[in-house]
């Protein structure tokens, strides 16, 4: 799984895009075979796929694997975790290819509560 997802992104960064994506796509099979679709290496893999169909213009699928790595960053870490922001501030990023511009809104307003929130309880733990 590992190997397929390193070559996903050795090709993705040559900007063979359609080679990349079949080698991140049979990395994301098997980790849906051994790990099943919630696992952290699953959403990642699920960031990896979005970016490769978001540089070959498919923004639509896209946003789909966006929403299914913040869904499984969402179970698996919590609602509030780092990366969960991440792919909250990912979907946004997306939508603004599409000019969704209230939906960017909703989603870079949840990132920055959550980093508010976070930032709030650091910096009270240092005052102390």
């Known amino acids: 799984m590992k190997s397929y997802g390193d070559l996903a992104i050795f090709y993705y960064r040559l900007q063979h895009?359609?080679?990349?994506?079949?080698?991140?796509?049979r990395a994301l099979y098997l980790l849906h075979?051994?790990?099943g679709h919630s696992h952290p290496n699953t959403a990642a893999t699920y960031i990896s796929v979005a970016m490769m169909e978001e540089g070959l213009g498919n923004v639509h699928v896209?946003?789909?694997?966006?929403h299914e790595a913040?869904?499984?960053?969402?179970?698996?870490?919590?609602a509030d975790h780092i990366q969960t922001v991440a792919s909250y501030h990912a979907i946004a990023i997306a939508l603004s290819l599409?000019?969704?511009?209230?939906?960017i809104f909703q989603h870079e307003q949840a990132?920055?509560?959550i980093l508010q929130a976070k930032l709030f309880v650091c910096f009270t733990k240092i005052k102390m």
């Open 98 to 103: 599409m000019e969704a511009y209230s939906l």
């Open 62 to 66: 896209a946003l789909r694997y966006l």
């Open 33 to 35: 075979l051994k790990c």
């Open 70 to 78: 913040l869904k499984c960053n969402q179970r698996l870490l919590g």
């Open 17 to 25: 895009i359609e080679l990349a994506l079949k080698y991140v796509n």
């Open 111 to 113: 990132t920055w509560q």
